[in-house]
């Protein structure tokens, strides 16, 4: 087995066992595929294997620890880091970064490590596929197919789509994720607008600083951007009515962004045409109304799991624990603006 | 014009049909049940032939339309009209080039995705409720994928541009290499299909191309590779595609055209690494209105004595 540690210059004194000692809260996705690898680099402290409640584990365990592995599920709040006094790193394996308090981390001089621009393609290309598989419905004519019906119902003919050139996408959340969307929606001869929280003067698109006024003047609106208190429930009815009936939403962000029960009723109404979703408020629950809906495709939370990008999480997550523990600059650390 | 018989071969379009009755004689094929007796009644009368992907006009019918003086395709393909017979007879064939051409792309595209991502396979899990009982398992990324179109025609190249705006290298197998383009060249399909992931078919329908993808070719493509097929169904050797798939000897199939359509091989019902549409590559509203102003305008050109729109013979 290779001495991991050597390479990377590390303190010997943050070994335990001849490894680095990372407190680990609840598994990430990347513990299933790559955990038997990341355990001969790492010793995990595994806290939701305990019995003990979180706060009794962490008391008992996490005096030394200065690491932490999240998965973006279990807050990090004010309470925990203080159980773990000696916490100088969080890496953490999700997409969004609302798991954790990061002004107590602003104070403590926490680092936190970013899963960064890694996921930026693949839920680019989720977003992208969804917006086609509404419009040109792919996932309809496929159970179509699939039933016999095409065959079989010979004085019927599959409904017509919707072309995707020269329509309005307004892209919410102009971040990675969504300039990776507008790069390719453009090849698609679709016109790009958005809205961020804060205009992007380097780009070339239309500013809307209005996520209601975007709607007005869209015919798709694409929710790229992270879960915070602003965003929370930003896309409600009267934004959903003024992308109208022939509009289309797409969702590879967080759930909660769109007000959900709001969004099932403009479907079921026919209020806007068609929806693309990714996430949901209460994943894995997904409003049941949804499944009779033949304009609206459904996703379980799978915009960043391509075996490619998880093995490259992988590398990145022993890249900055490496990084940190060696005190050299991390390879994607959160930088705030 | 009222008086000009036109007979369109099969249901293709509603808006279509209105438009040709409003303006002709029109005579809608499929309501005759005796085909032959029909023709007989009408050949002296019937100056059109208004065709599509499906059906157009083969030898025979235009044998027996003594006064036929253009063929208007609803289509860009015009692998159903026989073209050489129109040449001897100086009958005028008309298609439907660049107003499909993005749609089919797009297909295309999305088509691409949806295998290697699993669209429409992840969309029954989570209708069936299995999401609450565990995740889905990982799919494989689309961006940077090399992509390999056969036939870097119009639709090719849009696919090529849409592609390229995924960061995947494009490389092509056409009759000719196209000077001062950056795509990769290979002289052979079967070259092409052993170095790209994903395989696009995008070449007319002819002679030299039935059965383009053969055996050697999916082989060649391999258990990782991808095939999409949005050109015409006899591209394909389908018993050979379809053993493929099911042995697992070809990764996956993105298929929107098949050789006896509407029939698909029921084989494939089954496999989650294939997506089945049913040729809709041109199906969008916007599309098909677009194609039937292109028809109605060939055949007023022509009657009109007026230069055509989109002439092919």
Redesign the interface.
Known sequence: MENHNHEANINQDYLCNGLLQVLVLEPP?VFK?HGEQLSKIFHFLKAWESPLPLHQYLTINSQSVKAVLSAGTTPITPDIIRLIPSLGIIVTTSAGLNHIDLQECRRRQISIAIAGTLYS??A???A???L??V?????T??????R?L??SQ?DY??P??????GKQVGIVGLGSIGLNVA??L????CNILYNSRKKKPSVPYPYYPDVCDLATHCDVLIICCGLTDETHHMINKKVLLELGKEGVIINVGRGAVIDEKEMVECLVQEEIAGAGLDVFES????PKEL?SLENV??????AV??????MALCDLVVGNFEAFFSNKPLLTPLVED | MESIGVLIVC?MNTYLEQELEKRFNLFKFWNFPDKTQFLNTHKNSIRAVVGNATAGADAELIEALPKLEIVASFSVGLDKVDLGKCKEKGIRVTNTPDVLT??VA??A???S??VL?R??E??????SGK??KG??K???????KTVGIIGLGRIGMAIA??A????CPISYYSRTEKADLKYKYYPSVVELASNCHILIVACPLTEETRHIINREVIDALGPKGVLINIGRGPHVDEPELVSALVEGRLGGAGLDVFEH????P?EL?GLENV????H?GS??????KEMADLVLGNLEAHFLNKPLITPVV
Do not use: M
Not at chain 1, 297 to 302: A, E, G, Q
């Open positions: 996705p595929f393609e693949d680019a290309d989720l992208v596929g969804l086609i598989d419009f040109r419905k792919i996932s004519a496929d159970r179509y197919v699939r016999g095409w065959a010979r003919q599959f017509l789509g919707s072309k995707l050139g790069k390719r453009e090849a698609f001869g994943e894995p629950n997904v499944f495709v459904l996703s379980p939370h799978r799991h391509s075996e490619e990008t998880l | 249901p993005e749609d797009d297909l595209i999305g088509l995705l949806a991502r669209l429409c992840s969309d029954r899990y989570v209708r999401w609450k995740d889905y990982l799919t494989t990324k689309f961006t940077g541009k849409r390229e705006a995924f960061s359509e509407p029939y698909v029921e019902f997506v089945l549409t049913p809709v199906g969008t509203v916007e599309t098909r």
